[in-house]
């Protein structure tokens, strides 16, 4: 392997029994981190304990945090990491003159599960429970941590697309390789697909059995999670859907077309448009919207609405509307600076979202989602229809947007039009 990140690439993910960084080149730091996989509701992060003086301080990470912050440790903080895996090992090196050497070793057939064999624990050697008890503080866990487990069929998580079986989507858009293996670089795309396949197991109950189902996918972009629903629902569920996916880019369009016909989908279709002015049905049971930006999800959110959809999830994108409108006096120390004003603008928007979408007659919530493009967009809402009254503005929710001097497209989106206009129509 020629680079740090070709090692990393190859070494820290599912695979990482552990990894540990020493040769420390500070006095002030840490004299050593140990790095392994825990399982930490229901996903697994990389915890690194970092040995400083007699305490041992914890920190959890993503694969992409934990690649990042061994990067920056051995750019001037380590001079040596060593990886053990499950199928691969793997060692960096950097000199005092800078001199950065990169070895791997591939494991035996015999050596691949990590695990010793029942004699070697009779006789005295270290197994899984005798770590748990090990009391020097390297292995504490945290309230509702747990260590990954080391055999590959046990840590595992057992996704709703299953690693080793071909997903034809998956292979074209280089998650998979055509034998059904997951792309080390594209993990995290693999897991995200799941993750947001699990939202849509959630409300399941939700969508009728009988009678085929719409599903309206705006900003439906390269189409990741387009593929995968129309897969999840009607492939391997025998849900009778119609999805439709709905994007600006004509290039875009053209390309996830083209792979549908191929794949013999032929209730997936794509057009070329935008949310605001999109009238091709009349009825949906589910609207998806992720990164619409701005207002484009103000306007997703009202079609859905209009449309009576059982089911909304969006994970918003660019919420610029509210940034330019928020001030408080009271607030005003805060808002001073332009990026703590960006982000409490764009928790307002989704909360102001939530909240009018309450009123429509949904139950709604705000999950946490990580995102396809690792940004910090990582906020899904998940409204579920509960009735078809809709209620008037909470005094709560209007004594607050009128405090902070918001006008949120949505509330005016929703707002019900005088009766001598609708009857003009």
Not at 35 to 45: A, C, D, N
Not at 357 to 369: A, M
Request: proline content about 3%; some cysteine; glycine content about 8%.
């Amino acid at each position: 392997m020629k680079t740090q990140n070709d090692f990393f690439d190859k070494l820290i993910n599912e695979q990482l029994i552990q990894a540990v960084l020493s040769g420390p080149r500070r006095k002030d730091g840490a004299s050593r981190v140990k790095i392994r996989p825990v399982e930490l509701k229901g996903e697994i992060y990389y915890q690194a304990s970092a040995f400083v003086g007699n305490q041992v301080l914890h920190s959890n990470y993503t694969r992409e945090e934990v690649c990042e912050y061994l990067e920056k440790a051995m750019d001037g903080s380590f001079s040596q990491l060593q990886v053990q895996g499950l199928e691969l090992d793997g060692t960096i090196l950097v000199s005092k003159k800078g001199k950065v050497t990169i070895r791997t070793k591939q494991k035996a057939d015999t050596q691949k599960t990590g695990l010793k064999g029942e004699g070697d624990r009779k006789n005295g050697s270290k197994g899984e429970d005798s770590r748990k008890n090990d009391t020097n503080g390297e292995d504490g866990w945290r309230t509702g941590e747990r260590p990954a487990r080391i055999l590959s069929h046990n840590r595992v998580k057992q996704y709703i697309l299953k690693e080793g079986i071909p997903v034809p989507f998956l292979v074209d858009l280089g998650v998979m390789t055509a034998g059904g293996k997951i792309v080390a670089s594209r993990y995290d795309k693999f897991r995200q697909i799941n993750r947001f396949l699990e939202y849509i197991e959630d409300i399941l109950p939700q969508l009728p059995r009988d009678r085929e189902i719409t599903i309206l996918d705006f900003g439906c972009g390269k189409s990741y999670l387009t593929f995968a629903m129309y897969y999840y629902l009607r492939e391997l569920r025998g849900y009778d859907v119609n999805i439709i996916g709905l994007d600006l880019k004509t290039d875009v369009i053209r390309k996830c077309s083209h792979l549908a016909e191929t794949y013999g989908y032929e209730k997936l279709h794509f057009y070329q448009g935008d949310i605001a002015d999109y009238e091709g049905v009349s009825s949906v049971d589910m609207v998806v919207t992720l990164h619409a930006c701005d207002t484009a999800t103000d306007y997703a959110h009202a079609k859905a609405v209009e449309w009576g959809a059982e089911v909304i999830l969006s994970v918003p994108c660019c919420q610029h509307e509210l940034n330019r409108q928020i001030r408080n006096e009271m607030l005003s120390p805060v808002l001073h600076y332009g990026i703590l004003k960006e982000r409490m603008a764009a928790l307002m928007t989704d909360g102001i979202r939530a909240q009018l979408l309450e009123e429509q007659g949904y139950d709604t919530q705000i999950l946490e989602f990580i995102d396809m493009e690792h940004t910090p967009k990582n906020l899904l809402i998940r409204a579920v229809r509960k009735e078809k009254v809709r209620h008037a503005h909470t005094p709560a929710l209007e004594d607050m947007m009128r405090k902070l001097h918001v006008s949120p497209t949505l509330a005016a989106l929703l707002k019900p039009r005088p009766e001598t206009e609708r009857k003009g129509e």
